[in-house]
């Protein structure tokens, strides 16, 4: 843990028992000590007066009361960022670049800060909020060390050989309005801002309310790395006022959620003619073929379905398996998946952790108990787990399931999966694409040559072979991002740094116009014209 903030004040860390805040509660144990949370908070641009309490989904322990933002908030901190923009944008690429590599250090330092912080927040297992600083150093080291890659100035073949010289130039957006998810808090909150920060643009940032304080956290890390404070702002409020407001004054907007809400952001994104990239929602297939390792297809399945208690957008809750090895498959995962071990706690043996919140558990209950009254079989789990969190939910297997359940094509976003019989490969791939949705995908075989080959087929953004997610979703050179309805555009890879940019041609003539010239006619000029572009097309130019 960090033994001090920015400004060089002591503090504690995040994990302590301290007093009620007594202008708020005056007999709740709060879960953080009250002064490391003012020290977080302060970051939020905020003149209302108003704040918003949040508790954890570890034992409902009170957190914090966040302060909230108004419209005018939203309309300072983009001023702000503007200010920094103008001056960021004059920096040097390299100098961008060292302070990315400064953020990779100081994540893997204060990892233990940062998992305190995301596991009292989201009430995930320990072993999964790792996995969040890990992916987000990936990030940031992956963008420093290709930023030349993607972003240097290129000579491009101008009109006429010597006569033409035509350069691209990648122009920074300006200021990026990023509304981040609550899932996965802190890889959220930082990675799509990463590759905009390396691009030249500020970023006005809006993170869900139950896990801003992880959100901040991160912020003051990039303060740490050498990012100029007013680069990176943070706004707190609901999504219809304060989400909006990033919407409407952003050059950019990066969203992460909903389906329903993206297609409200694309609208307002299109009305102002600015880009947007969004990723949405998912009900993401998983196939194991005749040929798969059964045991190693289970353990994958128990990753694919239940990490951060299916509360990942591109988790599993379709399981294809071929009949070959249906009945071995589900018995393997069955027992393994009943091995598990749950809570809500910090613990590092915490195999799967605690939904977030009660409407969460709600729509789990109910998609369960659906398909449970009108027929399917219940092979695991199936039940909520008060006795060891407010919010825990079992992992739970469904078989049987039909398409008038409720779980049948609905996102679950929980720890529930069904399971299906196919008896070919064209019809899994078939049944795979149903739907509207095209996230993330998951194929199981030996043959990883015949894997590849089906997963071509598959309309996702992303395919895994013999890998539940992680394979796409940790090689950062590899987009990632949805087909249909589960959104537009990609994070990673080029593409995720290149959606922040405008492209700027700028071509210099020489010696000649490209016009008629000593007074030749315009029917002479296209003669001449017409042998230069034969000449090239022999000399083989593009």
């Given at each position: 843990?960090?033994?001090?903030?920015?400004?060089?004040?002591?503090?504690?860390?995040?994990?302590?028992?301290?007093?009620?805040?007594?202008?708020?509660?005056?007999?709740?144990?709060?879960?953080?000590?009250?002064?490391?949370?003012?020290?977080?908070?302060?970051?939020?641009?905020?003149?209302?007066?108003?704040?918003?309490?949040?508790?954890?989904?570890?034992?409902?322990?009170?957190?914090?009361?966040?302060?909230?933002?108004?419209?005018?908030?939203?309309?300072?901190?983009?001023?702000?960022?503007?200010?920094?923009?103008?001056?960021?944008?004059?920096?040097?690429?390299?100098?961008?670049?060292?302070?990315?590599?400064?953020?990779?250090?100081?994540?893997?330092?204060?990892?233990?800060?940062?998992?305190?912080?995301?596991?009292?927040?989201?009430?995930?297992?320990?072993?999964?909020?790792?996995?969040?600083?890990?992916?987000?150093?990936?990030?940031?080291?992956?963008?420093?060390?290709?930023?030349?890659?993607?972003?240097?100035?290129?000579?491009?073949?101008?009109?006429?050989?010597?006569?033409?010289?035509?350069?691209?130039?990648?122009?920074?957006?300006g200021v990026v309005g990023i509304i981040s998810p609550w899932n996965y808090p802190l890889t959220m909150a930082l990675c799509d801002g990463i590759p905009a920060l390396l691009a030249?643009?500020?970023?006005?940032?809006?993170?869900?309310?139950?896990?801003?304080?992880?959100?901040?956290?991160?912020?003051?890390?990039?303060?740490?790395?050498?990012?100029?404070?007013?680069?990176?702002q943070v706004v707190s409020g609901t999504g219809p006022e304060v989400g909006g407001a990033v919407v409407a004054a952003a050059d950019y907007v990066c969203f992460t959620g909903s389906?329903?809400?993206?297609?409200?952001?694309?609208?307002?994104?299109?009305?102002?003619?600015?880009?947007?990239?969004?990723?949405?929602?998912?009900?993401?297939?998983?196939?194991?073929?005749?040929?798969?390792?059964?045991?190693?297809?289970?353990?994958?399945?128990?990753?694919?379905?239940?990490?951060?208690?299916?509360?990942?957008?591109?988790?599993?809750?379709?399981?294809?398996?071929?009949?070959?090895?249906?009945?071995?498959?589900?018995?393997?995962?069955?027992?393994?998946?009943?091995?598990?071990?749950?809570?809500?706690?910090?613990?590092?043996?915490?195999?799967?952790?605690?939904?977030?919140?009660?409407?969460?558990?709600?729509?789990?209950?109910?998609?369960?108990?659906?398909?449970?009254?009108?027929?399917?079989?219940?092979?695991?789990?199936?039940?909520?787990?008060?006795?060891?969190?407010?919010?825990?939910?079992?992992?739970?297997?469904?078989?049987?399931?039909?398409?008038?359940?409720?779980?049948?094509?609905?996102?679950?976003?929980?720890?529930?999966?069904?399971?299906?019989?196919?008896?070919?490969?064209?019809?899994?791939?078939?049944?795979?694409?149903?739907?509207?949705?095209?996230?993330?995908?998951?194929?199981?075989?030996?043959?990883?040559?015949?894997?590849?080959?089906?997963?071509?087929?598959?309309?996702?953004?992303?395919?895994?072979?013999?890998?539940?997610?992680?394979?796409?979703?940790?090689?950062?050179?590899?987009?990632?991002?949805?087909?249909?309805?589960?959104?537009?555009?990609?994070?990673?890879?080029?593409?995720?740094?290149?959606?922040?940019?405008?492209?700027?041609?700028?071509?210099?003539?020489?010696?000649v116009p490209i016009a008629p010239m000593f007074g030749m006619s315009e029917q002479t000029h296209a003669k001449v014209m017409t042998q230069a572009l034969r000449l090239l097309n022999?000399?083989?130019?593009?």
């Open positions: 843990m960090s033994e001090q903030s920015p400004a060089g004040s002591e503090h504690t860390g995040p994990v302590v028992d301290g007093p009620a805040d007594p202008e708020h509660d005056a007999t709740a144990a709060y879960a953080l000590d009250r002064t490391y949370v003012a020290g977080l908070t302060a970051r939020v641009v905020s003149t209302t007066g108003t704040t918003h309490p949040v508790s954890s989904p570890i034992g409902g322990a009170p957190l914090a009361h966040l302060p909230q933002s108004g419209p005018d908030d939203v309309a300072e901190a983009f001023g702000r960022a503007r200010r920094a923009q103008a001056a960021w944008a004059g920096t040097s690429l390299d100098e961008r670049a060292a302070a990315l590599l400064r953020l990779h250090d100081l994540l893997l330092e204060r990892q233990e800060e940062l998992i305190d912080l995301v596991v009292w927040e989201s009430g995930k297992a320990r072993k999964d909020a790792y996995l969040e600083v890990a992916h987000l150093a990936l990030t940031a080291r992956y963008y420093a060390r290709t930023a030349h890659e993607h972003l240097d100035s290129r000579r491009v073949g101008g009109m006429f050989p010597l006569l033409t010289r035509a350069e691209v130039h990648r122009v920074p957006k030249g643009n500020a970023v006005v940032a809006k993170p869900d309310l139950q896990t801003m304080l992880t959100a901040l956290l991160a912020a003051r890390l990039l303060d740490e790395a050498g990012f100029p404070p007013e680069l990176w389906t329903a809400t993206g297609r409200l952001i694309a609208r307002q994104c299109a009305d102002r003619l600015v880009g947007c990239s969004l990723e949405l929602g998912g009900k993401n297939p998983m196939m194991v073929l005749r040929d798969a390792d059964v045991h190693r297809a289970a353990e994958g399945a128990v990753r694919a379905v239940f990490s951060n208690a299916g509360q990942l957008c591109v988790s599993m809750e379709r399981l294809y398996v071929a009949d070959q090895v249906y009945d071995r498959f589900v018995d393997a995962f069955v027992a393994r998946t009943q091995a598990m071990t749950l809570g809500a706690s910090q613990d590092w043996n915490v195999d799967m952790g605690s939904l977030i919140s009660q409407a969460q558990l709600d729509t789990v209950t109910a998609h369960v108990e659906d398909a449970v009254a009108k027929g399917a079989t219940v092979l695991a789990g199936g039940r909520a787990r008060p006795d060891l969190g407010p919010f825990v939910f079992e992992p739970t297997i469904l078989e049987g399931v039909s398409v008038d359940m409720e779980c049948f094509a609905r996102e679950t976003f929980g720890p529930v999966v069904s399971l299906y019989r196919f008896h070919s490969e064209d019809e899994a791939i078939a049944r795979a694409n149903d739907g509207h949705y095209g996230l993330n995908a998951s194929v199981w075989t030996r043959d990883t040559a015949r894997g590849r080959a089906v997963a071509r087929r598959i309309r996702c953004g992303t395919v895994n072979v013999n890998e539940a997610y992680g394979a796409t979703f940790g090689s950062l050179g590899a987009p990632m991002g949805g087909m249909r309805e589960s959104g537009t555009g990609r994070r990673q890879g080029a593409e995720g740094v290149l959606r922040y940019t405008e492209t700027q041609s700028v071509a210099t003539q020489r010696l022999r000399l083989g130019r593009a």
